[in-house]
């Protein structure tokens, strides 16, 4: 420990760990951006150094920071001019392309800080940010919220990751990447990009040990295409001149595809998954991969409700995400587990809140230092106000309640708001 940053002992009448069972009369023992250690609280307050300065919360919940595990911060400039919710998919995207042309490469970055500050403003410790090039670096400690950078590809008439993306952007990225666990790649989705690439930005993240995200199954149209060839995206790739004519449909899901493709296993992310069928749940099932739900974004583009108790039911490692703000109301994520809660209403809170903490962060691949209350993680914590009435068993759905009326507060000193 160095000695120009205080020691602070965080105790509150509920500590949550999400790892491991709620502890009542909790404490959370921090130092600068990590935890020292965590249980109850007179352990802790023994293991304390002299000098250590104590916060008491009191009726409160000692949380982790929430993970947001899909995002699209390049668009929160988007806020308001899409009226949602959209009838489907084609007219919403017809909306995106409407405005996006009026977005440059700096007012996209502006989007990012100004994504950014939402998300701390809101309980966000990090998040998965899908980036199309404007900002690939991870944001700076000064800004709040941190970013896992999914540096996103797509191109259906390319031949592989280097004609997608360009040798030069390629390499600039892949040097950002070595200085940085908190960056990745991402393809679009099987019917905006070509097998080959897929299977590139894949081969990257094996060979370097990184998640990998694609978005899967998110819409009717997709899985036309997919099957048939015909409908929706193929007329989409033609209007925009990326059709390839080499290209034959595989008849199949998009995950059924993805599996052939061979990149569907532990460290691969699948976002939306509103069009599972039983053999795609068994191949998820089968490869163990993540899956983030957006519910609130499927709802506004009238997409369908994904089986979240499905992927709950299976084991598999699954988030919430808030997608962006073109098909989205906000990026608050405990406005996204509540919304969660009322449409399921038999998932339990634990799960929901387990979905935007600690499955979030493996999904992302980030539970190394986020998404649970754990010696040697990250300090970025929330106390949650919590009535005293509050009992165990309605302790995660008080937090996820009190969370999305505002109720809670940063409680280290490095990311106060």
């Not at 405005?99 to 998300?119: K, N, T, V, Y």
């Not at 990745?184 to 099987?190: D, G, M």
Request: charged share 20%; net charge neutral; with cysteine.
């Amino acid at each position: 420990m160095t000695t120009r940053e205080p020691t602070i002992l965080h105790r509150a009448s509920w500590l949550v760990p999400v790892s491991s069972p709620p502890i009542e009369d909790g404490a959370v023992l921090v130092h600068g951006e990590r935890i020292v250690s965590a249980g109850d609280y007179g352990t802790v307050r023994s293991q304390a150094p002299a000098g250590t300065c104590e916060h008491d919360h009191g009726s409160a919940a000692l949380v982790p920071g929430l993970v947001n595990a899909h995002t699209h911060l390049e668009l929160t400039g988007f806020a308001g001019l899409i009226p949602l919710p959209q009838p489907g998919f084609p007219a919403w995207l017809g909306k995106v392309f409407e405005h996006r042309s009026a977005f440059s490469i700096e007012s996209m970055r502006r989007s990012i800080d100004q994504g950014l500050h939402q998300l701390t403003a809101s309980g966000t410790a990090i998040c998965g940010d899908i980036n199309n090039g404007s900002c690939l670096e991870p944001a700076p400690k000064t800004s709040g919220a941190s970013r896992h950078v999914f540096f996103e590809v797509l191109g259906f008439d390319r031949q592989g990751l280097t004609d997608a993306v360009g040798l030069d952007m390629l390499n600039a990225f892949a040097a950002s990447a070595r200085r940085s666990p908190a960056m990745s790649l991402a393809a679009h989705a099987a019917y905006s990009t070509s097998p080959e690439v897929i299977r590139d930005a894949k081969g990257w993240c094996r060979r370097t040990g990184r998640v990998f995200s694609i978005h899967a199954a998110e819409h009717a149209e997709e899985v036309e295409f997919l099957r048939s060839g015909r409908g929706f995206c193929r007329e989409l790739l033609q209007g925009l001149g990326r059709w390839a004519a080499r290209w034959s449909p595989p008849g199949m899901s998009a995950l059924a595809y993805l599996d052939r493709l061979g990149v569907l296993d532990r460290q691969t992310l699948v976002v939306h998954a509103v069009h599972f069928d039983g053999e795609d749940w068994e191949i998820a099932r089968r490869r163990g991969i993540s899956v983030c739900f957006c519910p609130r974004s499927n709802h506004n583009l009238s997409a369908g409700p994904p089986d979240i108790p499905r992927a709950l039911g299976l084991g598999l490692v699954a988030a919430l995400g808030t997608d962006s703000l073109a098909s989205n109301t906000d990026l608050d994520l405990f406005r996204e587990a509540v919304f969660t809660l009322d449409q399921y209403p038999g998932l339990s809170p634990e799960a929901v809140l387990a979905m935007i903490t600690l499955g979030g962060a493996t999904a992302i691949g980030q539970a190394q230092s986020f998404g649970a209350i754990e010696a040697g993680k990250s300090s970025r914590l929330l106390a949650v106000a919590i009535p005293e009435s509050a009992s165990h068993n309605h302790l995660a759905e008080s937090i996820l309640l009190q969370g999305k009326r505002g109720a809670w507060k940063w409680v280290s000193s490095c990311t106060n708001v």
